[in-house]
Nanobody
Framework: QLQLVESGGGLVQPGGSLRLSCAAS????????IGWFRQAPGKEREGVSC????????NYADSVKGRFTISRDKANNTVYLRIDSLKAEDTAVYYC????????????????WGQGTQVTVSS
């Protein structure tokens, strides 16, 4: 089946780390930029990071620079988002989504989405 499946979320304490995975099945990610987005309760979905299809270009929201790292693993058809120094405000459902080749600043440019994985940061 054609799917993007996020995993790796969980309950962690502030300062902890997680690595989220966005695994593709039914297609290859080679031709797609993958964006990571998050949505907290009562808030709009926001983009946090993106990596181009080649892996040669990455983008991060100002709020996560220095703490989030996006990467591609072509062998496993997976994009990862490593989150370090987690903060309470990082609590959200994290989604990955695809668009052709290059990253975009606009959510609507991503036309296929996963179902999300919950990240909860609590002391």
């Amino acid at each position: 089946q054609l799917q993007l499946v996020e995993s790796g979320g969980g309950l962690v304490q502030p300062g902890g780390s997680l690595r989220l995975s966005c695994a593709a099945s039914g297609f290859t990610l080679d031709d797609y930029a993958i964006g990571w987005f998050r949505q907290a309760p009562g808030k709009e979905r926001e983009g946090v990071s993106c990596i181009s299809s080649s892996g040669g270009s990455t983008n991060y929201a100002d709020s996560v620079k220095g703490r989030f790292t996006i990467s591609r693993d072509k062998a496993n058809n997976t994009v990862y988002l490593r989150i370090d120094s987690l903060k309470a405000e990082d609590t959200a459902v994290y989604y990955c989504a695809r668009r052709l080749y290059f990253c975009s600043r606009w959510n609507n440019d991503y036309y296929y989405w996963g179902q999300g994985t919950q990240v909860t940061v609590s002391s």
